[in-house]
């Protein structure tokens, strides 16, 4: 699918390459810092399984992979940041070296609320890689030990983010339009 095929798409911010080649030096670091160990890379569906699959193939020390689903919801008064786990790890952590894969850190009500619910299972280790960062929109702060890019404070879609369930199948990230009911990330 290209680019220009999109109207709702305004450019591209990072291209298959630069993807490419960015999870390939992220892969390596993630490789040296585990030598000798066992990862297991845990998946947060839908939006990470597209980065999760690209970064685990440029990791060369063992890894086993797994997923959870979430759903974020509003309390009465409109207050964001309510997250429930809607589907569970298939596995036990416990012992384990995990690492959470994420596709944005954006408020980090997401990511603090997976890492204390992870934190209580026992793994021997709990770090974070994320895909994206949007740093100017965090609300609480939350820890992020590995990313592959810092992103400006536009909605944005492809490899796994999606706008109404839509575009995560694009190879490349892109800029939404602003008029497409995107300013609630
Ligand atoms: P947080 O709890 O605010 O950090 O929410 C992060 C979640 O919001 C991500 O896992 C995405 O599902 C969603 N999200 C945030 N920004 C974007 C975006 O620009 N495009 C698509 N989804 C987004
Ligand atoms: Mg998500």
Redesign the pocket.
């Known amino acids: 699918m290209s680019a220009v095929t999109l109207p709702e798409v305004d450019r591209v911010l990072f291209t298959e390459e630069q993807i490419e080649e960015r999870i390939r030096e992220v892969g390596a670091r993630i490789s040296r810092d585990y030598q000798g160990r066992t990862l297991k890379l845990v998946g947060?569906l839908k939006?990470s399984v597209f980065f999760l699959t690209a970064l685990a193939r440029r990791i060369d020390v063992p890894v086993k992979v797994d997923f959870l689903a979430i759903s974020?919801f509003s309390n009465k008064s409109g207050a964001p940041?309510l997250?429930r786990i809607a589907k569970d790890l298939d596995e036990s952590i416990e012992g384990e070296d995990v690492l959470l894969v994420?596709?944005?850190?954006?408020?980090?009500?997401?990511?603090r609320y997976l890492l204390q619910a992870l934190a209580g299972r026992g793994p021997n280790s709990l770090a974070v890689c994320t895909f994206l960062d949007?740093n100017s929109r965090r609300i609480v702060q939350v820890q992020v030990d590995y990313r592959c890019f810092e992103i400006p404070d536009r909605?944005?879609?492809g490899f796994g983010?999606?706008?109404n369930q839509l575009y995560r199948n694009l190879g490349y990230v892109a800029v939404m339009k602003p008029d497409k009911g995107t300013s609630q990330?």
Do not use: A, K, P, Q
Not at 102 to 111: A, K, N, P, S, Y
């Open positions: 947060v939006g974020s940041g997250v994420e596709d944005i850190v954006d408020t980090g009500f997401t990511l949007r909605f944005v879609v983010l999606d706008h990330h």
